[in-house]
Each structure stands twice: as C-alpha cells, then as structure tokens.
C-alpha cells in the first residue's frame, strides 16, 4: 500500500521538524489528490446551482452532484437512489431519524437499545428522541474485552424493542459489532435497526441489503471525502412515511400561503442548496476507494492494526483497550501515570498525530474507568514504518516522564 502514500499530498511535509506520521484518520481522514482536484474542477469550471437551472453550468452541476448519489448507492448496495440522502455527516443524519422517525413512531412503553459504546452522536439524539415519546432506553451489556455476545444480546431486544441503534464499529475500542445478526433480531420483533457506519464505511466493503439494516449513517471526511458531507441511508418504504425536518428551497413541490407539498424521495429531505462540491468530492473518494478495492483496505487496516497491538504490547506500563484482535484500524492505549494529552503533546513533537481524550465517548470512558485516553488510528496511507515511529515515540514519552517525575 505504500505507492498510495504520494497521493496525499499533506503527508509530504515536516512538522516540528520531523516527518508527518498522521495516525488520526478516525478523526478524519486526509484528502488524495484526486479529490482535491475534483473540487476545484467544480469550483473553476461548471460551478451553479442543481436542479433549477436550464444553462449548461448547471447541467454539468446537476449530472455531477446527481453522479454522485449514484456512485453512492452502487458504493453500498442500496436498491435505489432514493434511498441515498445527501446530509452534512453522520451526525446530521442520526439525527434526521431520530427527529423524523422515533419521534413520530415511538411512544410510552417502547425501547431503544443502545450499546455503551456508542459514540455522543448516536447515543444523544436517542436521550432526546426517549424524553420527546416516554420510550425508554436500554443497553447492551458488553464483554470485558469490549465485544458483544449475541446470545446475550437476544435478551435485550423484546417485543417492546422498537429501535436498536449501534455503531458497526467503535470509535474507541476498534470493535467489529454483529450488524447483521443484530437486524436479524430486531426485525425479529418487529423493531428497526439504525447503524452509525462513520468507522466501518471507510474500511470495509458495506453492503446494506445483506445486512438488512433500516437506516444507515456515514461520513465523507472519513472515507478520503470532503468534510461538510454526509449520507443518510434508508429502506424508501421508510423514508417515504417520514417527514422532512428542514423546509425551504429545493424540497418542495407546491407551495400555497396556506399548505405546502413536498418533492419525492430523495430531494424532500434535502431543503435549501445542497452541498454540491462536497458530493462531487464524495463521489471522486468512492471512485478512487473503488480502484484500490475495498477488501483490499479492509486486510491491510486489520493487518496494520494487528501488527500496532503486537508492537504496543512491548511498551512496558501500556494498556490497549479492547480486543486484541478482530479489530479495525485502530489502537487506543494509556501509559501508566503519564496523561493522554501529555502523551499525544510529546508524539506531536516528533511529528506524530495522534487523537486524545473521550473521543466523544464518556459513557463508555466510564465503562473502561479512565477519563481518558490516546488512540491511533490508521488507514490506506499508514504502513507498518509508521508503527514503528509511533513505538520509538512512545518510548521518548516515557522517557520525558521518567526524568520528570523519577
């Protein structure tokens, strides 16, 4: 994977003095060239708005974000490219199903199933989404080492069971979850099931009608796309039932002084200019995700995982946390005694990027009983050179720390 390396062109610089080793993709990703050069395209050439105009600008405006939503669907096996809502990231689209659909759909008495894990952004709008019916909310219990048994699962999810919401996986801990067994059981009883795919969409291929998921949410900054895009997926029979959230410009059929009607799926949910360049950018990630393949991503993210927790584990007072293996391509450790910000300030000196803190993830900070933590988190562009620098700086921190406070 290394001939990929050349084309980002931010990983070609110093910082501090020392080369860029970025090991902060589940952050976000960076950016290859050709999708840099793809925005500009539309800035430079056939900037306009979609949808309205006749002119040409706004033709080739049109076919390209349109090209997108297209490149999209085919990405993740939707049926249709009314299923493929155009958003602002995963966020926003979580947030669109749990404004749009459990408000309308759940009441008293109803569950939402949640695992500790989750990150802020598919465990706040379900607070919400619970205060706004009377449902009630219910966990997951996880396995020591981060994972989740399915056969405990089952217990959790009853007829009241109206809503699972889950990330495929961790954010934190690297943890592959049981998607598609986890549908199984929620259509089992009538529920719906809603996947965060901002950590499994990047690094693996996603395939929506194997998993039967209901709705499934991801990001383009993480999958080498543009920031500011985002895509909510959902079965049209869904979406066809829910309301837009957003009203103006662009979603709607008819307007009267009094009532107002609503364009079909997609566009309803889409109100006001749509983020043009930021499709156009997210269709050029796929394309070039595409020509590698993403089986290919997928082993080389778990290889260079496995090879990070071999390696970590030879750094003396460090703890990985979650499972050491069938994880993605992420490792996310504390020294002991030395704080993770410290520990991320001393590696930035040596032109290592690492993440630190709760990751968005307090309740399941809680569950590790730390505050917080490092996390490394690699991607296509990362190579095994790059562990080794994370290693050695490693060892500088405990070395700062140790003549600190030796």
Known sequence: MNRFKQDFPILDQQV???????????????????????????YKQYNSNVHRGVHTLGTKATDGYEGAREKVRRFINAASTKEIIF??????????????????????????????SEHHSNLIPWQQ????????????????????????AKAVITPNTKLVAIAHVSNVLGTV????????????????????????VPHMKVDVREI?????????????????????????ALLEKMEPIEFGGEMIDHVDLYESTWKELPWKFEGGTPIIAGAIGLGAAIDYLESIGMDTIEEHDRQLAAYAVEELQKVEGLEIYGPLKNRTGLVTFNIDNVHPHDVATVLDAEGIAVRAGHHC???????????????????????EEDIQQLVKGLQKVKEYFGNVFG
């Open 177 to 200: 979850f049981p998607v598609k067994e986890l549908a199984q059981l929620v259509h089992q009883q009538g529920g719906v099931i809603v996947i965060d795919g901002a950590q499994s």
């Open 16 to 42: 501090n003095g020392k080369s860029l080793v970025y090991l902060d993709s589940s952050a976000t990703s960076q950016k290859p060239f050709q999708v840099i050069e793809a925005v500009e395209e539309y």
């Open 129 to 152: 989404a619970a205060k706004a019916t009377g449902a009630t909310l219910k966990y997951f219990e996880l396995e020591p080492d981060g994972t989740l048994d399915i056969e405990k």
């Open 212 to 236: 039967d998921c209901d709705f499934l949410a991801f990001s383009g900054h993480k999958m080498v796309g543009p920031t500011g895009i985002g895509v909510l997926y959902g079965k049209e």
């Open 361 to 383: 993830a307090q309740p399941l900070m809680r569950w590790l009983n730390v505050t917080a933590t490092a996390r490394a988190s690699f991607y296509l562009y990362n190579d």
């Open 87 to 116: 958003t602002r990231g995963t966020t926003t689209a979580l947030n669109l199903v749990a404004i749009s659909y459990a408000r309308t759909n759940l009441k008293e008495g109803d569950e939402i199933v949640l695992s500790p």
